[in-house]
């Protein structure tokens, strides 16, 4: 059966997020997807919080015909790298070689995000040459460019490499705006995983003007306010 699933989203737990977390499943729901991957930067919070509240079984099916799948995008040494089916510390400045031995001895799957978009902290070539990864993120809706998403195609097609379609969200509007259909036998953390490597249908939209603006104001706000609290912080000792 075919099910379509956003492999890369964020919620208010990533430093530069700001999606509610039962919002997520809610618009994720409207726009007809069977689930989404929490990729948040650097932490598995919002993993928790959504074990906490029901979302996220132990045994890894579907809640309510819905399927959220653990993640993260970790900050690598070398780059930003996706972690899927797995939850994990943070592992901010951990080599991406490390990261992805640790991803595979846990059974998750690395994913190389926005690869060629050096903007956003993708990974470079002669890095990803190096690196056994499960698949490449050949389409991110909210990439600098679009040339990015183009060589990310390229390249993974050169090294035969399962491919994913995602939108990047850190807002919940965001979410499915591209995403991927995969084939699996059924709606479950193992079962969508495995269908990843059985090939996917790439559903690709960019994000709006509008959105990728309303997502650079929220990364300056965040931004922002961190340092405020640093020089409270500061002042305050």
């Not at 653990?70 to 400045?93: F, R």
């Amino acid at each position: 059966m075919q099910y379509r699933i956003d492999f890369h989203c964020h919620s208010r737990f990533s430093a530069d997020g700001v999606a509610e977390p039962e919002e997520m499943v809610r618009v994720a729901k409207r726009k007809g997807l069977n689930g989404f991957a929490l990729t948040d930067h650097n932490t598995s919070a919002g993993i928790d919080y959504f074990e906490q509240i029901g979302f996220i079984r132990k045994d890894g099916l579907a809640v309510d015909n819905f399927l959220i799948i653990p993640g993260q995008e970790i900050t690598t040494k070398e780059g930003h790298l996706l972690a899927l089916g797995i939850k994990l510390p943070d592992l901010k400045g951990i080599p991406a070689l490390d990261a992805i031995a640790l991803i595979h001895s846990m059974g998750g799957l690395a994913i190389a995000p926005h690869p060629f978009d050096y903007f956003r902290a993708g990974i470079r070539k002669r890095v990803l040459d190096q690196l056994p990864l499960d698949g490449i993120e050949v389409f991110n809706a909210a990439v600098t460019f679009k040339r990015c998403n183009q060589k990310a195609q390229a390249y993974a097609k050169e090294r035969m490499l399962p491919m994913i379609s995602a939108s990047d969200a850190h807002d919940a509007d965001v979410i499915g705006t591209a995403y991927t259909v995969v084939d699996a036998e059924e709606l479950s953390l193992q079962g969508i995983l495995r269908a990843i490597a059985r090939g996917t249908i790439l559903e690709k939209k960019y994000i709006s003007p509008k959105e990728a603006l309303k997502k650079t104001w929220n990364n300056v706000f965040r931004f922002r306010s961190r340092q405020g609290a640093i020089r409270s912080l500061g002042k305050d000792n």
